[in-house]
């Protein structure tokens, strides 16, 4: 085939070698090569180097369509091959982003494999979760920081004897239940503390 179409018109170096790795790709699925033949002889036989038939390879990989361009002529080798490039990188890159995302958000890697979100959109959501969860932190430190400190003063101090119900703010009074609750919340804070080994 090869000898045919250097005979029948004047090939490029890249037509050449496109021809020669498509042939070769198609022996390799079938599970065998063309003939019994390697690379390396495809390559004498067709009179282009063995890396410019692994440029054309490339291009059957990651730039499939544009194979033809190549073998008809309108489009040059070294073009396609750039494509192939960056269509590899760009594959790479999104393989190693959701690699990356499913270790550490495996659902929103899910929603990405099953075609709901894009690797971008799933990036986003991630970024706008950690966001949130930080804004909640924050809020909660600032609370915390706010009321235990000056709970904490008061204890031992004439404080809790000079309380006045008639002089509490509307809908803030202190009473037996909310004495009871906060001393479950400081139950349950002094267990979260322990746990994580906080002072």
Not at 57 to 73: K, T, Y
Not at 77 to 102: D, G, H, T
Request: aromatic letters at 2%; charged letters at 25%; hydrophobic letters at 40%.
């Amino acid at each position: 085939m090869l000898s045919a179409n250097k005979q029948r018109r004047n090939l490029t170096k890249g037509q050449l070698a496109m021809i020669t790795a498509k042939s070769h790709s198609l022996g390799e699925h079938d599970g065998r090569s063309p003939g019994g033949q390697s690379v390396r002889s495809l390559s004498e036989q067709a009179g282009v180097s063995v890396g410019r038939i692994g440029q054309a390879s490339m291009v059957l990989r990651h730039a499939p369509d544009l194979a033809e361009a190549v073998i008809n002529g309108t489009m040059g080798l070294n073009e396609a091959y750039a494509v192939a490039q960056k269509n590899k990188a760009q594959a790479e890159s999104a393989e190693s982003q959701l690699a990356r995302l499913r270790a550490e958000d495996p659902q929103l890697a899910d929603r990405v494999a099953e075609g709901e979100l894009t690797i971008q959109g799933a990036w986003a959501e991630r970024k706008a979760r950690q966001e949130e969860e930080l804004r909640q932190r924050r809020v909660a430190t600032n609370l915390l920081c706010e009321i235990l400190p000056a709970l904490a003063q008061i204890r031992g101090s004439r404080t809790f004897a000079q309380y006045d119900p008639e002089l509490a703010p509307p809908g803030r009074a202190v009473t037996r239940e909310v004495i009871e609750h906060a001393a479950t919340a400081l139950a349950e804070m002094a267990a979260v503390w322990k746990d994580r080994n906080l002072p």
